[in-house]
C-alpha cells in the first residue's frame, strides 16, 4: 500500500512538479549563455565545417553544431590575415555563411558573434559581412584571489579556483568560466591576489596553476600570475629581493624556467610593488623602473610581459592624488618594451566618480594600461544594481589633450597613439563561487559590458545593456526598455546617493560599504580617513586642487588645467574634487552648494526606489528566482541610499548650518 502511493506521489511530483518547479528555478548560473539547443532535424539541413583540427576551431564547431540555428558554416584559417590579429571576418548568404580568421580562436569568437546575433533576433542582411579586429590585445581579468579561498573585495562568494582539490580533481565551473570568458573575448586572466602570497610561485601551486592553463587554453586564455616581490627571499631562502643582485635574478630565472616548462604559453607577472605595505624594488633603495625590468628580463626570453601597478601612495603630507604621477613620469622612457604600467582609472581608487588618472596623458615612452574596478568596492558591493559601463565609458573616452583633441584615454592605451607592442586593459573581477557567478544577477552586466568594452571600446553603454538584457532575460521589448533605462541611471543613481558633486572617499574605514564621513580613527593614517578628501568645515567642503591648495590640477594637459583650475569652468560633477566651495557657493541652476547637495542625494534616492518600481512591474518577464532575488537587493539598495543621504547630509549639515531645503526645485 505505502510503495503504491509512494510510487504516486513520485509519478505526481516528477510530471507536475518538477518541470513546475525547473520553469520557476533559475540560479542565473548560464549568464548571458542562453543559446537553444538545435533539434536534430535542423541540425541535418546545415553542415558546420573546418578544416583546421586546433582545439580553439573546433570549439567553434562544437558550438554552432549545438546551437546555430541558421545556414551552412564554413570555418577558414587565413595566414595571410595576419593584420586581423584574434579577430574575424563573417561573410556570406541565406545559404552559406564563412567565418574567416588569422588565428583559431578568432573562429571561435566569430562563432559566439553569429549565436549573440542569433540570440537577440537579429536580422542577417543580404549578403552579410562583418569584420571585428579588438581594440585592446590583451582583454584582462584581474582576480584578487588568495590561496585561502577568501577574495579580496569580492563579493559573490569564495574564489572560483579550488586550489585545495587541485591539480587532482577538475570543478566543471572552470571550463564554464573559460567559455564565458571566450564569448566575450576575455582572453588574459591573472589568478591571484595583486597582494599576492609567495606560495603561488611554489612548485606546488605551479602544478596547480598549470592545470587551469591547460583548460583555459582552447578558450584562448593566457593564465598570468601576480608575483610578490619578495619571492625570492619569502620562498626562495635567499637572504634579500634585491633586483639588482645576481642571485636574485639568477633565482627568478630559474623560477620562469620552471613555469614555462609547465605552461610554455603562460603570460607573465602583474605586480603591485611598494604600495600598501608590499614589498618592491624601493626597499633596496631601487625604482620601480629597475624591478620592473629586472623581471622582464627574466621573462624575455619567453616572451612574457610584465604588468606593473601605478597604484602607490604613502602617508605623506602630499596630495595622494598626485603621488603615483610625480613617482612615475620620471621613469617614463626607461621600462623595458615588455613592461606595461598598469594603472587605475582614476587616481585615488575606483571611486564611483574620479576624473581620469592623469598619467594618462603624461606617459609617452612607456606602455601603459587602464585598470578598472568590475568587483562593486565602492558602489555597493553586490547589493547594488550598478551598471558600470558608463563608469568605464567615460574614462575609456575621456579626453587627456596629450596630442591635441581627442587624444582619449582609449587612444593612449589601445596603439593609436604609441607603439603599445601588446596593448592591454584589465579589470578587477567580480567573480566568484556564487551560482549566478557575480551575486547581483545584474552585475553579471559588468563582467559581460567589460569584456564587450575591452573588445571594441567604441561600443556604446546602452548597446552593450540591451544585448546583455536580451541575452540573459527577455527579448520582450516591454522588459528590454525599462530594464535598460534602469541600468542606463543606475551609475548616476549610485553617486548622487553616495557621494555627488565630486565629493569621494567618504566611505567607512576598511570595508568600504557604507557611508562614513565623519571617521576618525585615532593614530589611523590621515590619507585613508573621509575628512582627508572632504575636508568640510564651516568655511565650505570639497579638497582643493587648485594653485591654492595640492595643485594635482597642473597634472592635466592644457586645457584641463585652466577648465578643472576654474570654479565657473570646472564641470559640477568634479567640483569637490578639485574645489573648497563654499556652502552658500551658487551652482549653475542658480541653487546654494547646500541645497544642490541636499537635492543630489534625494535625486539618487528616488532614483533607487523607481528602480524598484520598475522592477516589480517586470515581475511577469522574469523567472522567479531572479525576480525575487533582485527583487530583494534592489529593496536593500533604496535602504541603502537613505542611509547614505541621512548619514552625509545630517553630518555636513552641523557645518553648513542649513535647513534642508523643501522649496526649491531639484537639479536640472
Ligand atoms: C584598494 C583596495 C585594496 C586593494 C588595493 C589595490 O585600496 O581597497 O583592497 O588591495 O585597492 O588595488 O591594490
Redesign the pocket.
Known sequence: MFTRFYKIYLIIFTVVWIPVGLLQADDGSQLWLRYDRVSAQIAALRTISSKSSHASAQLAVQELENYWAGQHIELVLDQRKQSWKDGYQIQGNSQKLRITAYQPIGLLYGAYDLLRRQQVGQEFSEPFEVSEIPTFDLRVLNH?DNLDRTV??GYAGHSLWLWDELPGSISPRYVQYARANASIGINTVVLNN??ASPQILSSTYLQKVKVLADLFRPYGIQVYLSANFSSPAVIGGLDDSDPLRDEVQQWWAMKAKEIYNLIPDFGGFLV?AN??GQPGPQDYGRTHAEGANMLADVLQPYNGLIMW?A?VYNPTTEDRAKQAYAEFLPLDGQFRDNVIIQT?NGAI??QPREPFHPLFGAIKKSKQMVEFQITQ?YLGFSNHLVYLAPLFKETLDADTYAYGSNSTVAKMTDGTYHQQGKSAIAGVANIGADDNWTGHHFAQANWYSYGRLAWNHTLSAADIAEEWIQATFDKDPNFVKPVKDVMLKSREAAVNYMMPLGLHHIFAFDH?YGPEPWGDIPNARADWMPWYYHNASTSGVGFDRTATGSNAVAQYNEPLQQIYSDVATCPETLLLWFHHVPWTYQMRNGNTLWDELCYRYDAGVSDARHFQKQWDELEAYVDKERFLDVQKRLAIQSHDAVWWKDAVLLYFQTFANKPIPHDIEPPK
Open positions: 584578487w579580496e573585495r595583486v597582494n603591485k604600495s600598501e601597478r597604484f587605475k581608487d575606483f568596492e568600504h
